[in-house]
């Protein structure tokens, strides 16, 4: 593994950077009052490959490596965490769901407009009563001739009111199990389909969280994805390959707060000198500067080895936990370096503080990244 970034990475890099710089940042807080996301957005995230990251050329996808996905994902991160959680959603759940289990027929069907940015995707997992035990689900799909008909609902759905497309996970045999759950592919507009609630969110607030409930929703059986049974053991395969993408998004949201903060301290001035000059901020911010690139590196060496072909359960567990608990301390620190201006929606600190707890809980608790780790190095 080559830990320098080559050519056309770093351009990337620099692309990425200056679309979030141009087209997001001046949005950031009036997408955030009004939690407005930003449909309009999605057209020229597409003509930078950015809702096909990863998907082969074949389905419309841009085929960039797992490492250029976290360079993406942490650019976007950087300006606005909201924005890289949707793209991190639509890429990393409900299309790879697709892209990783579907036939070449919905591929070519569902995935191909994903990825151009023509449609936008959905991932139903979560349910009211079934967080991080999943295999607790209670929607249900019940075979009926040449459908399968849904009832049940999910909850903190990502895209569940503007989504086109959804992958949604529903127990097909109650008496298997894990082993009894399937995956479904359902397209916004089927009868039964209910976007419910939206969720007045503390942060992420330009990245829209719904409710989605099932009344008798039918679905063709051609729209089961893989085999009956074998829903639960995607959706674990997804969530490894997810989380590499929600540690970049902690990564980028940590290096935001700490150029924010680092940029205040050097125009701050107390006793008649920069605030950074004192040792008391400085160590601040070199703590973190050293968190935040001990996280990128657990966070390309997870991506890389996706790239590899390898199975990254340990190393996506990982760089998730620990990316995702050193955002908040760099986070709480900006606050803290901006004192009282940190408390307020004029400075950038308010708004990481509060968009970085979602990292710590979303595509698993840091209490399950534990779990997930714990099972892979040590006896039962």
């Not at 407005?36 to 809702?51: I, S, T």
């Not at 924005?83 to 790879?96: D, E, K, P, T």
């Not at 949604?168 to 419910?196: C, H, N, Q, Y």
């Not at 209490?367 to 997930?372: C, G, K, N, P, T």
């Amino acid at each position: 593994m080559s830990f320098r970034l080559s050519e056309e990475q770093e351009l990337l890099r620099r692309s990425v950077r200056e679309f979030a710089e141009t087209e997001i940042r001046p949005h950031v807080m009036e997408w955030d009052n009004a939690q407005h996301f930003p449909l309009e957005l999605l057209p020229k995230l597409a003509e930078l490959g950015l809702m096909g990251i990863q998907f082969p050329e074949a389905y419309g996808g841009a085929a960039m490596s797992a490492v250029d996905y976290c360079i993406c994902i942490e650019e976007l991160a950087r300006v606005d965490p909201s924005i890289s959680l949707s793209v991190a959603a639509h890429n990393g759940l409900g299309a790879a769901h697709i892209a990783l289990f579907g036939s070449d027929e919905q591929k070519q069907r569902y995935l191909t407009p994903l990825a151009r940015g023509e449609r936008l995707a959905a991932w139903g997992l979560t349910e009211p009563g079934s967080g991080s035990d999943a295999a607790a689900m209670r929607t249900t799909a019940v075979r009926d001739g040449d459908h399968w008909v849904l009832n049940g609902s999910k909850a903190f759905i990502t895209h569940g009111k503007s989504g086109d497309t959804m992958v949604v996970m529903a127990v097909t045999d109650r008496a298997r199990g894990s082993k009894g759950i399937s995956a479904f592919i359902v397209e916004r507009g089927t009868p039964g389909l209910i976007a419910g609630k939206k969720e007045d969110k503390l942060g992420m607030r330009a990245s829209e969280t719904c409710e989605v409930i099932f009344q008798n929703c039918r679905v063709p059986a051609a729209q089961m994805v893989g085999e009956e049974g074998q829903g639960f053991i995607q959706t674990l395969q997804v969530l490894d390959a997810g989380r590499i993408g929600i540690a970049a998004l902690a990564v980028g949201l940590a290096q935001g707060a700490w150029e924010a903060a680092r940029d205040y301290a050097a125009e701050r001035r107390q006793f008649g000198r920069a605030i950074d000059t004192f040792q008391s901020i400085r160590w601040k911010l070199l703590d973190n500067a050293s968190r935040v690139d001990a996280a990128r590196l657990l966070t390309y060496r997870a991506a890389w080895l996706k790239d590899q072909g390898r199975k990254t359960t340990l190393e996506s567990s990982m760089a998730k936990l620990f990316a995702s608990e050193i955002a908040v301390r760099a986070s709480e620190d900006g606050v803290q370096i901006f004192g009282g201006y940190g408390f307020v929606k004029d400075y950038p600190a308010e708004k990481y503080f509060r968009d970085v707890k979602l990292t710590t809980i979303g595509e698993g608790t840091s209490e399950v990244q534990r779990l997930v780790i714990a099972r892979q190095l040590l006896a039962a």
